[in-house]
């Protein structure tokens, strides 16, 4: 028996060559440059391991389709982006024309959270259980019904009756928006499975990354086009009605290409990963089409399978470390970005100068996300690239808290808050794919959908806990302070409909933010100096393929 000898140092580089011990046994190492055609498994449709031909269960390649399917997710995630954040930059707007205060606008973005995290469990639960396919088309469905009940609210009948009365509005927009949040998980939480089911190995951490960060663009494209759409004082009740029209539109059209998507799984797998959790599938008791009393039994069965998961998850120390740590900082993102007006507004920022923030930051994000991916791509370094995201978002952060204690009195201090928020981006979004990546690293062969899902989860419960934390700690401005007649812009279109205390809720977010910047360095160290990431789904890749390799070698 030839024994099969891995170099642990060498376990994130792609490629190998085989060598002969003085005992005979043989080596595999890893090379700098492909030995030949047969022996490279980057950038090739088809993988031959052997001079004769792998056999049709070893075999791996790539669909053209996965590029349609990644489109839909993009599309599908763009638009409910839009729906969960379009209100939050136009705060004042969105609360005079629903008449209500601004606890309530930010309960529209709060609602997502909540939401989300029943709607989390159900969703990671039915992509291992019934397919991407339908995961995909459940969610892009929900979010266009939702997204369709929200543009009801908003809308007027021929005579310029209102289709919903306006002691109502609210309630229509909120369970909307709640049908919308139910839609996230199916949508987002596909996307890990989604690149490791349809994607080879060297293309896997990239398309990951694209499906991720047209969440973010989502984002991006709410905070910044809705001021644009939005930004009259005496226009602003059809400016609304159109963002509705906007977003039901944009929530269509990933929810019709998704019905064209014909099947979850390629015939053949892209990579030894696919061809694993394949195997995984194949074995499971649950199977649909048996009678009802087998498959009531083979239901409770895969239940019992899936809470296992859960819990071992929660049991991991390496996954426990990335669920606090991530799930904090997306939570300190998800605040950020539903309470930025209010704590900009304090300073003298328009809702136009809010959306180009969120834009800088978006855009930044999104670029150091897709050069994050290539260089994941290449390197496998998942452990080393995170530490450093997470540190140089620390700083980055501290940068921003101190920029934004001056008042928006010079082109100086405008130019510098864009800054910390290029950099806020830069280094902090990628952590999203990153994360997603190194989850499934950490507890392989544990589902995909189930690991990240819960660490959108974690984000979503702290996020919920933050949101409702901030306006508490923070300070009151009171209406015959310098700041409240002379800076503020947070409520000089509102006077005219709230109630004398909720238009004197401009809240200065000082000392919040002061929180923050110690809890996001507190998170880097945290991360930087326990966690330790133990690569066991390329350890399974590699594995595999030196087995494939030794067994087709001719000595």
């Not at 266009?144 to 908003?154: C, N, Q």
Request: aromatic share 12%; net charge neutral.
């Amino acid at each position: 028996m030839k024994s099969i000898h891995l170099d642990n140092d060498d376990i994130t580089s792609p490629l190998w060559k085989i060598s002969k011990g003085k005992n005979g046994d043989k080596y595999l190492t890893f090379s700098g440059q492909p030995r030949s055609q047969s022996t490279s498994y980057q950038n090739q449709d088809i993988i031959d391991y052997s001079t004769t031909g792998p056999q049709p269960e070893h075999q791996i390649k790539v669909y053209k389709i996965r590029w349609y399917i990644l489109i839909v997710i993009c599309l599908s995630n763009i638009a409910n982006a839009f729906n969960w954040i379009c209100y939050g930059s136009i705060a004042d707007f969105a609360g005079e024309f629903y008449s209500v205060n601004y606890d309530k606008v930010n309960f529209l973005s709060l609602l997502y959270l909540i939401v989300s995290i029943p709607s989390g469990f159900v969703s990671f639960w039915l992509i291992d259980t019934f397919g991407i396919r339908a995961s995909i088309n459940l969610g892009a469905w929900l979010n266009f019904v939702g997204s369709l009940i929200k543009m009801s609210s908003s809308l007027d009948l021929a005579d310029t009756t209102p289709l919903i009365p306006d002691s109502a509005k609210y309630s229509v927009v909120l369970i909307g928006q709640a049908i919308c949040a139910l839609a996230q998980p199916f949508i987002l939480f596909v996307s890990t499975k989604f690149a490791n089911t349809w994607f080879a190995d060297d293309q896997r951490s990239l398309a990951n990354t694209i499906a991720l960060a047209s969440n973010t663009l989502g984002v991006l494209i709410g905070a910044f086009v809705s001021p644009q759409i939005v930004d009259s004082e005496q226009s602003y009740l059809s400016e609304i009605s159109l963002l509705n029209i906007i977003s039901c539109l944009m929530s269509l059209i990933p929810a019709v290409m998704a019905g064209l998507i014909n099947q979850s799984n390629p015939k053949l797998p892209p990579s030894y990963s696919a061809i694993i959790n394949k195997q995984n599938v194949q074995n499971r008791n649950l199977v649909l089409n048996e009678s009802s009393e087998e498959t009531e039994q083979n239901f409770k069965t895969n239940l019992k399978i899936y809470f296992k998961q859960v819990l071992s998850l929660l049991t991991s120390k390496d996954f426990l470390i990335l669920f606090i740590s991530f799930g904090l900082s997306l939570g300190l993102f998800n605040t950020l970005t539903t309470l930025l007006e209010q704590v900009l507004c304090t300073r003298g920022y328009s809702d136009l100068d809010v959306g180009y923030f969120s834009g800088a930051m978006i855009v930044s994000g999104m670029i150091g996300s897709l050069i994050t991916g290539v260089i994941l791509d290449r390197t496998k370094r998942f452990e080393e690239i995170s530490k450093i995201c997470f540190c140089l978002s620390a700083l980055s952060n501290i940068f921003f808290v101190i920029i934004q204690l001056y008042n928006n009195d010079n082109s100086l201090v405008y130019y510098l808050l864009l800054l910390s928020f290029c950099l806020t981006g830069f280094f902090g979004l990628p952590l999203l794919p990153v994360c997603m990546d190194m989850a499934i690293e950490c507890v392989y062969p544990i589902p995909e959908a189930t690991s990240t899902g819960l660490l959108f989860i974690a984000g979503q419960i702290f996020g919920i806990v933050l949101i409702l934390f901030y306006p508490k700690m923070a300070n009151k401005v009171e209406p015959d302070s310098f700041i409240y007649d002379k800076i503020q812009t947070c409520v000089q279109l509102n006077r005219t409909y709230f109630s004398e205390e909720s238009v004197l809720n401009v809240l200065d977010f000082k000392y919040p933010l002061y929180g923050q910047c110690v809890l996001q360095c507190l998170i880097a160290i945290f991360f930087t100096i326990f966690f330790k990431c133990s690569y066991l789904r390329l350890r399974s890749e590699r594995e595999k393929l030196a087995e494939r390799i030794l067994s087709s070698a001719r000595i």
